[in-house]
């Protein structure tokens, strides 16, 4: 699933939407993979009956959690936009991490020999907000992001210098942010993140 477009600012445009690497998949599929195989092999083979149990309910386990893992990388994503980054994840219950691009103070990208084969690798944030440093991993092509990332700082200090901010007040955006908090088409968690990073830019 997107990032959805209206948690973006009036004015905001999203430049990098990006989920887990699918590397993030590799140990349930291929535990899911060899347990699918032993099962089909032992039912061909007509093994003991407690053997082929054995192996369905490996089957099961696996395929368990192979549905897990998904339904945490369709709801994880790591966003880009022209004013902020964003980190949001959780199946039931949502987190969510927003930094404006304003406070990034340095960005770090670290791949290990494997990871650079499979184009992933994590993320470092140093930001001057409350958390300080936050480390994103299973990012896709990391360095690409991270020069993304710098572009998109340079973008919005040159908008800031020049005085020429896109979008309306502050104080318009959140009367607006309410409206759509009182209509229940933002939770009131959404809200309250979205505050807070208004907030943060006055």
Do not use: C
């Amino acid at each position: 699933m997107a990032f959805p477009r209206r948690l973006l600012n009036h004015g905001e445009e999203l430049v990098v939407d990006v989920r887990p690497h699918w590397r993030y998949f590799l140990g349930p599929a291929l535990l899911l993979g060899l347990a699918v195989g032993g099962l089909v092999a032992s039912a061909a083979e007509g093994l003991h009956e407690w053997l082929q149990l054995t192996l369905a309910g490996v089957t099961l386990a696996a395929l368990a959690w192979f549905t897990g893992r998904y339904a945490r990388w369709a709801s994880t994503s790591f966003v880009v936009t022209t004013d902020r980054l964003i980190h949001r994840s959780g199946v039931l219950s949502k987190h969510g991490i927003e930094v404006p691009l304003e406070r990034v103070n340095s960005v770090f990208s670290s791949q290990s020999l494997f990871e650079r084969l499979l184009r992933s690798g994590d993320l470092v944030i140093e930001s001057g907000g409350e958390r300080g440093r936050q480390r994103f991993g299973d990012v896709p092509r990391p360095a690409a992001v991270q020069q993304e990332i710098y572009r998109q700082i340079e973008d919005n200090q040159r908008r800031m210098s020049t005085g020429r901010l896109v979008g309306d007040s502050v104080t318009d955006q959140l009367s607006r942010l309410d409206d759509l908090r009182r209509r229940g088409i933002v939770t009131q968690a959404e809200f309250d993140a979205k505050k807070t990073s208004l907030l943060d830019r006055l």
